[in-house]
Structures are given as C-alpha cells and as structure tokens.
C-alpha cells in the first residue's frame, strides 16, 4: 500500500512557474514509477509526465520542453517542475505511483494548478 500527497499547486500567471511535489510513504518508493497527471474541468485525466525507477522520463507532447519530471528516491519524492505555464494547463494535477512489481496504481488526491491569462 502506498500513500500519496501532492503539494505545490496555486494560481499563476501565465509565463510563470510552479513545482509540485508527491510525497510518498507506506512502501519502498524505488520499487515505483511515478507519474503526473491531470483533470482539467469537463475533460478526461490525461498523462503529462513519467518516470520510471531508472529515471527514464515521458512526456505529453503539450508539455514537453516546459515541463520536467524528477524523482529523489532519498527522499520518497517525485516532482513536476512546470515552466512558461499558460491557461491551458490549468487543471487538478494528480500523482501516480505503479508498482514495477504487480502494476498496481496508487494515486494522491490531487493539487489543484490555475493559470490566469
């Protein structure tokens, strides 16, 4: 069982930056890839970003170049840095862990990232 908090989100302007964090606790966190993702309003949750246990990383072509996904195992904790952020990015971004050993899912209960215009 894993357990996962996010922190990090806000409102912003567009142009600017944020960093969310996604602490997780109950289990051994290398033994996960981590993901972000996000839930705008009236729409699907959609990938924006993973990284797996060796640190290979994946991106949403909508955020690519913008946003870096990283991970410190030391520290149970995976991060979003999200750069030149613009209003459609606004969205509750959520945490994923998937375990590399059953493909089970954990999820945290989302951070809410606003972007005004």
């Known amino acids: 069982q894993v357990q996962l908090v996010e922190s990090g989100g806000g409102l912003v302007q567009a142009g600017g930056s944020l960093r969310l964090s996604c602490l997780a606790s109950?289990?051994?966190?290398?033994?996960?890839?981590m993901g972000w993702y996000r839930q705008a309003p009236g729409k699907q949750r959609e990938l924006v970003a993973t990284?797996?246990?060796?640190?290979?990383?994946n991106y949403a072509d909508s955020v690519k170049g913008r946003f870096a996904i990283s991970r410190d195992n030391a520290k149970n904790t995976a991060y979003l840095r999200m750069n030149s952020l613009k209003p459609e990015d606004t969205a509750v971004y959520y945490c994923?862990?998937?375990?590399?050993?059953?493909?089970?899912?954990?999820w945290g209960k989302g951070t809410l990232v606003t972007v005004s215009s």
């Open positions: 990284i797996t246990s060796g640190s290979y990383t």
């Open positions: 109950g289990s051994i966190f290398s033994l996960f890839s």
């Open positions: 994923n862990a998937r375990s590399i050993l059953n493909g089970m899912d954990y």
